[in-house]
């Protein structure tokens, strides 16, 4: 496995959502997945950028949440995840995939049950 496959898998990126956030040629991305071609260092960097930015969201979501709320019984969070990439970069997130992954990092964070609904 290589450091570009598990940077894109911790990001929530599908090989085709990698080369479109990366501006790359989807052979190129399989090539760094395979470890067949050593991804560009600017390329892991970005990739780990994306993944500070997610960290830091789903850290925030869960800080801004009322504990008391939490705490009274609830038994789900309902969240939503954009119907598709265009309805995700409204959001600041380079693809569904992307924005997935902050969902996740949330209900890994939580207690309770995160029910994930689609927006448009």
Request: glycine share 6%.
């Amino acid at each position: 496995m290589t450091t570009f496959k598990l940077l894109c898998d911790r990001c929530g990126l599908s090989q085709r959502e990698a080369a479109a956030y990366l501006n790359s040629r989807l052979d190129t991305v399989k090539a760094w997945w395979q470890g067949r071609r050593n991804a560009p260092h600017a390329v892991l960097t970005e990739l780990r950028v994306l993944n500070r930015r997610q960290r830091a969201a789903a850290t925030d979501f869960v800080a801004g949440l009322d504990p008391a709320a939490l705490a009274d019984g609830a038994e789900a969070l309902e969240l939503a995840l954009g119907a598709d990439d265009v309805a995700c970069r409204k959001n600041g997130w380079p693809c569904v995939g992307a924005e997935a992954a902050v969902i996740g990092m949330v209900a890994a964070d939580l207690d309770v049950m995160v029910v994930v609904t689609i927006r448009d």
